[in-house]
């Protein structure tokens, strides 16, 4: 070797390293590519997102428990949102380069689509790996901690409120009745409480208002009650005893909650790795065994497809010449939503037992992928190919037909049979 001539760098490194045309691609994937991870988390978040508040009101729970639970369905929303981001991310880029004339100067030049497909799989392996992170690690532990708070929720350990005008049970000894309630719970109007303390009788007390107070104690809250009356019963008695008040406080045991159940008692709830342990398992109860070999293979999958979602973005971002319809844009979102579908229901009937757990995913996921390879092949390869063309020229004849089944109205001036 020559003194002073530079180290020959590896192939690994030569890949990596990236020139202006390849940061030119990037700049135009990485935009719309964030934009719609981003849009499609908040879209499919909303959609729960009234549900989770009529829940949260008709259990008496506080509003902020609502962003929680919308915290722990988000990894859940993500598992989605990343195809859909990769995808869309690569087919904009590469429609505006289409449509701009970019992408035929390109290949004048002599760079092959191959060649520009070199960026496109730099984001799919990363998008991969954080997919791998959600689905595999992130997305079991959130599940859990949703119906954490749910079943919290649901048993008031989280501070729910009394529903107006119902009986309602605080502690194994007091009963609570509140007619009115004012500023979120904070303020109660037309009080009934009856205590039964161990020492034995009875305590009755009506107020006109009151509120409820926190101690130093987490298992005992203070009702501050004013403006009532308080009757004492016991037997010692030779009659009740009878108070009026202006304000009184009565201290209230709460109930002890029933902690919830260990995670890992469903499959959403395992880990990656442990949903592998699991299946693998002879000692694991067979249902439970094929549900978990199931959820291993659909997980593995929505990480695998990655590496078609490149090719498939590619296929549908050129649209046919003289044409900028965004048809690409609605199959792509159609064909990806279709197959993640296909695989949801795929593997809740493999993990019935209705079909084989393994199989039955990845047979639709080959199917798939020969689709997309299909598709960029004939964009690649076959000259004068184009996969959108084809459905375009089917949508038209359909239109035709639709438009030929249609009647036509008369006109003004035809002569009217007698």
Known sequence: MRTGAPAPTSLPAR??????????????????????????????????????????????????????????????????????????????????????????????????????????????????????????????????????????????????????????????????????????????????????????????????RGAFLATDDPDTIQLRLREGSLVQENPRYSAPRVLTFQEHSLPISLPKMEGFRARGQRELELTLPELVRTGGDRATPAAFRVETIAATQRRIIQVVVMAVLPLLAVALAVPPKRSSSGLGIMLGIVMLVGFHKVSEYTERVGGAGRLDPVWGQWVPFLLFCALCVWMYRTLAYKPGGQPLGAVERWLERAQKRAAALIPRPAPADAPVAA
């Not at 428990?65 to 988000?74: A, D, I, P, Q």
């Not at 799919?124 to 919290?152: D, K, T, W």
């Open 15 to 208: 890949m990596l390293k990236l020139t202006r045309f390849d940061r030119y691609i990037a700049r135009r994937i990485i935009v719309p590519l964030v934009g719609t991870v981003a849009v499609a988390a908040m879209l499919l978040v909303l959609d729960r997102m009234l549900r989770l508040f009529d829940f949260v009101v008709r259990e008496g729970g506080p509003v902020w428990v609502v962003w929680r639970l919308l915290g722990n369905l988000l990894p859940e929303y993500l598992g989605l949102g990343v195809p859909i981001g990769l995808l869309l991310g690569i087919l904009l880029a590469f429609r505006k380069l289409a449509i701009n004339s970019e992408l035929d100067a390109l290949r004048a030049a002599g760079i092959s689509y191959d060649r520009m497909l070199r960026v496109p799989y730099m984001f799919a392996a990363l998008m991969a790996f954080i997919n791998l992170l959600i689905v595999g690690y992130i997305q079991p532990v959130a599940r859990y901690s949703y119906e954490q708070l749910r079943y919290e929720l649901r048993s008031g350990a989280l501070g729910a409120s009394v529903k107006v005008g119902e009986f309602a049970q605080l502690g194994p000894r007091t009963t609570l009745r509140v007619e009115r309630a004012e500023d979120n719970g904070r303020e109660l109007y037309g009080i009934f409480v009856r205590a039964e303390p161990k020492s034995g009788g009875a305590i009755t007390i009506t107020a006109a």
